[in-house]
């Protein structure tokens, strides 16, 4: 192999590699814990239209609010952001503030981090109220 085709070949292995990294540290845990948040909520509030469970009319708005706030969640925030290509990016087309830059993005993941916890506790939250509404009746 000639000196291009091993940087090619480099390049593809290593981009690859920082992919299968990516995708199965940060992209299928955080985007899991989405799904099995959408579909709690989602089964929940369908159990109730339907009238499988009878609950208050508050609870069924807290259900579409909190469905609400997981569809409008920022894919770019939720996975957890290359640096490496961040201060890249910063460096070559930036304004220079590299550091500001980076906290900004880490600050933004953290935020989400926080609301997918808020959102699984006020979801469990919830359903405990739900069915103990539903038992109550």
């Given at each position: 192999i000639g000196y291009r085709e091993g940087i090619e070949t480099g390049k593809l292995e290593?981009?690859?590699?920082?992919?299968?990294?990516?995708?199965?540290?940060?992209?299928?845990?955080?985007?899991?814990a989405v799904g099995e948040l959408k579909g709690k909520a989602a089964a929940l509030l369908g159990a109730t239209e339907l009238g499988l469970i009878r609950t208050g009319a508050s609870n069924v708005q807290q259900l579409r609010e909190i469905i609400d706030e997981l569809d409008n969640i920022d894919q770019t925030t939720l996975f957890e952001p290359d640096l490496d290509q961040v201060r890249h990016e910063e460096e070559h087309h930036g304004n220079g503030n590299i550091d500001a830059v980076v906290s900004k993005i880490?600050?933004?993941?953290?935020?989400?981090?926080?609301?997918?916890?808020?959102?699984?506790?006020?979801?469990?939250?919830?359903?405990?109220a739900i069915i103990a509404h539903s038992t109550s009746n």
């Open positions: 290593s981009h690859q590699q920082g992919f299968d990294d990516g995708y199965n540290t940060a992209g299928v845990r955080m985007g899991c880490l600050t933004r993941h953290e935020a989400c981090k926080r609301l997918l916890t808020d959102l699984h506790a006020r979801l469990d939250a919830l359903h405990v």
